[in-house]
């Protein structure tokens, strides 16, 4: 005698949007990547806590204070004038050696290589505060503090402990087909070595003894990247949360002067999204824009070209939008 069984239901079509340029990481992959992860946050945090304890009975000298802020400089205005505007949006446009330059300098600020770092960020823009935004506050299914504490925590550090990697070969052809590019991608690992060793050589031949070598590592490298990490990862968090929006960028990006200041200009960050194509990201005259300042001067001096800001027209057309949505 047979039974009759109920058919079985075809699946559930899979209604989760189609990221494109996104892969899985190999599990042990994916393990080291998380060891390296956890090192990249803790190792300059804990040399913050050494260099205050030593700070409190010792002090810091000018070098240190000089090695601080001109690696912070130097490796910060590689990520925002090299990494973001002029390699990701291409605001305008500088001859190799000075793309090289910029290149480095970002690199060793240790937010990855340069392609990698392109990739993802042209993938946040292409999916800002949606799925597929790699580091997004605003993805959490639930409200209220808790979800936009999580969601924050996600847009600051937890992304980069995800189990998909952005794939370079769609998000950044381009970089991968410019030699000066690769080479510098590919030299990542030695330029991570270099910004911890620089300050420390330095600060040991201008002083001239150990002592200067060691207080030039724990406040030239580690304090420095600490600081640095934390700025540039609160515009993933804090610049999509807390601030105005006085123009329209289809998404929750906000301009946040204190990161402003802290961020060479990148903490305009609503106004980035209206216009990332922009070189400017302060548009409105008290809008301090360190970054800015630098490519102006360049182009003054004629050394980049193809400077690209947005028109009186287009800022005000996006300043009606907004006025028309409140």
Known sequence: ???????VPPPAPDESPKIRGVESVPPRMLFWQRVAM???????????????WWGYG???????????????????LGITAGFHRLLTHKSFKAPTWLRVVFAVAGSMAVQGSVIDWVATHRRHHAYSDQAGDPHSPHLEPDEGVVAM????????????????ATKAETWAPDLL??????????????????T?????????????????????????ALVRIF?????????????????TRPFDSKDEARNNAPMALLGFGEGWHNAHHAFPASARHGLRWWEVDVSWMLIRTLQVLRVVRDVKVPSKTQIERRVMRVKAES
């Open 1 to 7: 005698m047979s039974t009759i069984t109920a058919p």
């Open 149 to 164: 504490l999580k969601g924050m925590w996600h847009a600051h550090v937890g992304w980069m402990f995800d189990d998909d």
């Open 58 to 76: 010792n002090g810091i000298s000018a070098v240190d204070v000089g090695l601080l802020l001109g690696f912070y400089v130097f490796t910060g």
């Open 196 to 220: 911890f060793l620089l300050p420390a050589v330095l600060g040991g031949l201008l002083t001239m003894s150990l002592t200067g070598a060691v207080t030039g590592f724990l406040w030239g």
């Open 177 to 194: 087909n410019e030699p000066a590019m690769v080479k510098v991608s590919q030299m990542f690992g030695w330029l991570v070595l270099a």
């Open 227 to 243: 600081v640095l990490h934390h700025v540039t990862w609160s515009i993933n968090s804090v610049c999509h949360v807390f601030g």
């Open 38 to 52: 956890v090192a990249i946050v803790t190792v300059p945090l804990l040399g913050l806590a050494a260099a205050l």
